[in-house]
């Protein structure tokens, strides 16, 4: 599996597939599902009991920032 993995492009080599924790590939699977979907529901699949055990992998990205700052109304 490491293998194949591995062969994808962008990938790390096999080798540091084979030394990768469970608690990596929770990690890793949490930091790129967030972007896809609410943080309740990362919650939920990740069994936390607290929402802001959570909120660690919420990080806005520079884009977000942004569209958030040029929605801010301008003052005259």
Aim: charged share 20%; no cysteine.
């Amino acid at each position: 599996m490491a293998n194949a993995a591995a062969t994808r492009e962008g990938a790390p080599p096999a080798a540091e597939f084979l030394k990768a924790s469970t608690h990596w590939l929770r990690h890793t699977f949490a930091n790129e599902a967030i972007k896809q979907m609410q943080p309740q529901v990362l919650q939920s699949l990740l069994g936390h009991s607290d929402l802001r055990v959570t909120s660690v992998y919420v990080k806005a990205q520079a884009a977000d920032l942004v569209r958030g700052m040029r929605a801010l109304p301008r003052k005259r």
